[in-house]
């Protein structure tokens, strides 16, 4: 697509709830990273698939966090039983790689907010 | 963890007047990077610069490297209203294409 897609854009959960977030990359981007960012904060990196290689999973926070890329193409963040911490804004990016590689282009996020 | 931090976490100037925010790392770089946010959603690509380059344009915005000082800048020139937006650096170590974000410097541009 013309940009990397997120959805929902709001997702208000009952704690304890599992979650999952959607993201559909700009096609023929081979890189997809997930980031958080809670209120006034910087961006905290989660995950990053890199093409057909095992996923960076350095910055998931709990076991609780899952993700997965399916066909090289949109992927989902899962959050089984949300807490309250979980509440922030959830990022997704995609770019190329290698000598065309020129910074990211995120999507426009997905609120979730645990109460 | 955070590789950058910018400087300052906040700044307010009036319309017309340059913008000029500071960023600083921790670790060797192969490039670095700025990110406009507006409200809170998605980050928004401005410029990219090399650890070879020291300086870089791109319309009103101008972008220093200092690898020596582990530090850079970016300035906003001739700013307008709709510059208003948090301003992110971001880091790229030599390894991988795993961007490291600052906390942000938000700018508020007064009419």
């Known amino acids: 697509g013309a940009g990397v897609s997120q959805s929902p854009s709001n997702k208000v959960t009952e704690k304890g709830k599992d979650v999952e977030l959607r993201c559909d990359p700009i096609?023929?981007?081979?890189?997809l990273y997930w980031y958080r960012q809670s209120l006034g904060q910087g961006l905290e990196f989660l995950i990053y698939?890199?093409?057909?290689?095992?996923?960076?999973k350095s910055g998931l926070p709990s076991d609780r966090f899952s993700a997965e890329r399916t066909g090289g193409s949109v992927s989902t963040l899962t959050i089984q039983r949300t807490q309250q911490e979980d509440s922030a804004v959830y990022l997704c990016?995609?770019?190329?790689?290698?000598?065309?590689?020129?910074?990211?282009?995120f999507g426009s996020g997905t609120r979730l907010t645990v109460v | 963890s955070q590789q950058g931090e910018e400087d300052p976490q906040a700044l307010s100037i009036q319309e017309g007047e340059n913008a000029t925010m500071n960023c600083s790392y921790k670790?060797?770089?192969?490039?670095l990077q700025w990110y406009r946010q507006n409200s809170g959603r998605g980050l928004v690509h401005l410029i990219l610069?090399?650890?070879?380059?020291r300086e870089k344009h791109s319309g009103r915005l101008r972008v220093t490297l200092d690898t020596s000082k582990k530090s850079s800048s970016l300035l906003i020139t001739a700013s307008r209203a709709a510059d208003t937006a948090s301003y992110f650096c971001?880091?790229?170590?030599?390894?991988?294409?795993?961007?490291?974000f600052g906390a942000g410097t938000t700018v508020t541009v007064r009419a």
């Open positions: 990016a995609s770019s190329l790689e290698g000598r065309f590689w020129n910074g990211y282009t």
């Open positions: 096609s023929g981007h081979t890189a």
């Open positions: 698939f890199q093409g057909n290689s095992a996923p960076d």
């Open positions: 670790t060797s770089i192969n490039n």
């Open positions: 610069i090399r650890s070879n380059e």
């Open positions: 971001a880091t790229v170590r030599s390894n991988d294409y795993k961007l490291s």
